[in-house]
C-alpha cells in the first residue's frame, strides 16, 4: 500500500526567484496534490521609473532579471518607440539587427541555463556540467559585443548603445559554429536517453486546451501544440526578414518542454548567423530627445 508523504518546497529556494511556498502531496515519486501558496516581491520598479529620465527606465527595467535581461528593455523601449510611431519608423536599420542578435543570444544562453537546471533537478548532473560548459562562450559573445556577460544595457529608444565591430564578426561566426555540435550533444541525450524519457514522458502535462484557457506563452506554449510566437506573429526586429520556423511540440508534457528549448536553440544560431551577414551599415542610433505623452505597447 502506497504512503502519502509531504514535500514542502519554499518559500525561499534557490529555483525560485519570488517568495513561493508549495506543498506537495507525494506517492512514491508520483505527485497527487498540491497546495500553493503565491507570494509577490515588490521592488517599486514602476513608481521608480515614474521619476526617472525615459532614457534612463531602460537600464533600470534591464535588472528585473538577469537570465532575460534584454526582454524587459526591449519591450519598454518598443512601448516607447510605439509611441513615436514604431520601431521600423524610429529606428535605424543596423540597430534593428544588432537587437534581434542580441535577443537571440539571449535565448540561447537562457534555454541553456534552462536545460542545466532541468538536468540538475532531475539528478541528471551531467547535463547540468554539459549546459553551464557550452554556455560560457555565448557569454563570451555577450562580453565581446556589449562589455558584459548579464545585463548588457544595450536597448534605447531609437536604437542601441553600442555597434557590433566587423573585425568580431568571424570569431562570432566561428563560437556559433563551435556551438551546434554541442547542441548536437543536448539532442542526443534527450532523445535517445532512456532514463530521461522515463523521468519526463507523462509527467506535468499541459493540453492545449489548458494553454489557451490560462493564457500560457513562449515554449510552454508552443510544447503543449499551441502554434504561437510573438516574433512572428507580431513581428519586432528583424525576425520578418530572416528565416526560421516556430518549433511546436504536441504532448505538453515535461519531455515535450524540454524538445522543443533544445530545437530552439538550432533556430536562434540560424536567425544570429542571417543577421550577420545581413546586416547594412549605417548609424545604429536615431538620438531621440524628447518623448509626447501617450500609450504604447511592447511585446517580446
Same mark, same amino acid.
Not at 535605424?92 to 534581434?100: D, G, Q
Not at 556589449?146 to 536597448?155: E, I, L, Q, S
Not at 516556430?246 to 533544445?262: L, N, S
Not at 544570429?272 to 509626447?292: E, N, S, T, W, Y
Given at each position: 500500500?502506497?504512503?502519502?508523504?509531504?514535500?514542502?518546497?519554499?518559500?525561499?529556494?534557490? !529555483?525560485?526567484?519570488? @517568495?513561493?511556498?508549495?506543498? !506537495?502531496?507525494?506517492?512514491?515519486?508520483?505527485?497527487?496534490?498540491?497546495?500553493?501558496?503565491?507570494? +509577490?516581491?515588490?521592488?517599486?520598479?514602476?513608481?521608480?521609473?515614474?521619476?526617472?529620465?525615459?532614457?534612463?527606465?531602460?537600464? !533600470?527595467?534591464?535588472?528585473?532579471?538577469?537570465?532575460?535581461?534584454?526582454?524587459?528593455?526591449? =519591450?519598454?523601449?518598443?512601448?516607447?518607440?510605439?509611441?513615436?510611431?514604431?520601431?521600423?519608423?524610429?529606428? #535605424?536599420?543596423?540597430?534593428?539587427?544588432?537587437?534581434?542578435?542580441?535577443?537571440?543570444?539571449?535565448?540561447?544562453?537562457?534555454?541553456?541555463?534552462?536545460?542545466?537546471?532541468?538536468?540538475?533537478?532531475?539528478? +541528471? *548532473?551531467?547535463?547540468?556540467?554539459?549546459?553551464?560548459?557550452?554556455?560560457? #562562450?555565448?557569454?563570451?559573445?555577450?562580453?565581446?559585443?556589449?562589455?558584459?556577460?548579464? *545585463?548588457?544595457?544595450?536597448?534605447?529608444?531609437?536604437?542601441?548603445?553600442?555597434?557590433?565591430?566587423?573585425?568580431?564578426? #568571424?570569431?562570432?561566426?566561428?563560437?556559433?559554429?563551435?556551438?551546434? #555540435?554541442?547542441? *548536437?550533444?543536448?539532442?542526443? =541525450?534527450?532523445?535517445?536517453? @532512456?532514463?530521461?524519457? =522515463?523521468?519526463?514522458?507523462?509527467?506535468?502535462?499541459?493540453?492545449?486546451?489548458?494553454?489557451?484557457?490560462?493564457?500560457?506563452?513562449?515554449?510552454?506554449?508552443?510544447?503543449?501544440?499551441?502554434?504561437?510566437?510573438?516574433?512572428? $506573429?507580431?513581428?519586432?526586429?528583424?525576425?520578418?526578414?530572416?528565416?526560421?520556423?516556430?518549433?511546436?511540440?504536441? $504532448?505538453?508534457?515535461?519531455?515535450?518542454?524540454?524538445?522543443?528549448?533544445? !530545437?530552439?536553440?538550432?533556430?536562434?544560431?540560424?536567425?544570429?548567423?542571417?543577421?550577420?551577414?545581413?546586416?547594412?551599415?549605417?548609424?545604429?542610433? =536615431?538620438?531621440?530627445?524628447?518623448? @509626447?505623452?501617450?500609450?504604447?505597447?511592447?511585446?517580446?
Amino acid at each position: 500500500m502506497s504512503h502519502k508523504v509531504i514535500v514542502p518546497i519554499g518559500p525561499y529556494h534557490p !529555483l525560485l526567484e519570488e @517568495p513561493e511556498f508549495f506543498q !506537495l502531496y507525494v506517492e512514491g515519486e508520483k505527485v497527487v496534490d498540491i497546495d500553493i501558496i503565491i507570494g +509577490y516581491n515588490h521592488r517599486g520598479i514602476e513608481k521608480l521609473s515614474e521619476a526617472k529620465h525615459f532614457d534612463q527606465v531602460a537600464y !533600470l527595467v534591464e535588472r528585473i532579471c538577469g537570465i532575460c535581461s534584454s526582454s524587459h528593455p526591449y =519591450a519598454y523601449v518598443l512601448a516607447v518607440e510605439d509611441i513615436l510611431g514604431g520601431e521600423a519608423q524610429v529606428v #535605424p536599420e543596423r540597430a534593428l539587427y544588432i537587437r534581434t542578435i542580441i535577443d537571440e543570444l539571449q535565448r540561447i544562453h537562457s534555454h541553456l541555463l534552462w536545460l542545466g537546471l532541468a538536468g540538475h533537478f532531475i539528478g +541528471y *548532473n551531467t547535463v547540468w556540467m554539459w549546459a553551464w560548459k557550452y554556455r560560457e #562562450p555565448v557569454l563570451d559573445m555577450f562580453e565581446m559585443i556589449t562589455g558584459n556577460r548579464n *545585463n548588457y544595457a544595450m536597448f534605447k529608444v531609437g536604437g542601441v548603445r553600442r555597434d557590433i565591430l566587423d573585425e568580431d564578426i #568571424p570569431l562570432l561566426k566561428k563560437t556559433l559554429d563551435e556551438l551546434v #555540435p554541442a547542441l *548536437n550533444l543536448f539532442k542526443g =541525450a534527450i532523445m535517445d536517453d @532512456p532514463v530521461i524519457q =522515463a523521468r519526463l514522458k507523462g509527467v506535468g502535462t499541459l493540453t492545449k486546451q489548458q494553454a489557451i484557457d490560462w493564457c500560457v506563452v513562449g515554449p510552454t506554449a508552443r510544447a503543449s501544440g499551441l502554434a504561437i510566437d510573438v516574433r512572428r $506573429d507580431e513581428p519586432y526586429g528583424v525576425f520578418d526578414r530572416v528565416d526560421w520556423n516556430v518549433i511546436i511540440e504536441k $504532448d505538453g508534457d515535461i519531455f515535450a518542454k524540454t524538445v522543443c528549448r533544445v !530545437l530552439e536553440l538550432y533556430e536562434s544560431v540560424g536567425v544570429i548567423r542571417q543577421c550577420l551577414d545581413k546586416m547594412p551599415k549605417g548609424p545604429i542610433d =536615431a538620438d531621440v530627445k524628447d518623448i @509626447p505623452a501617450g500609450e504604447g505597447i511592447g511585446r517580446v
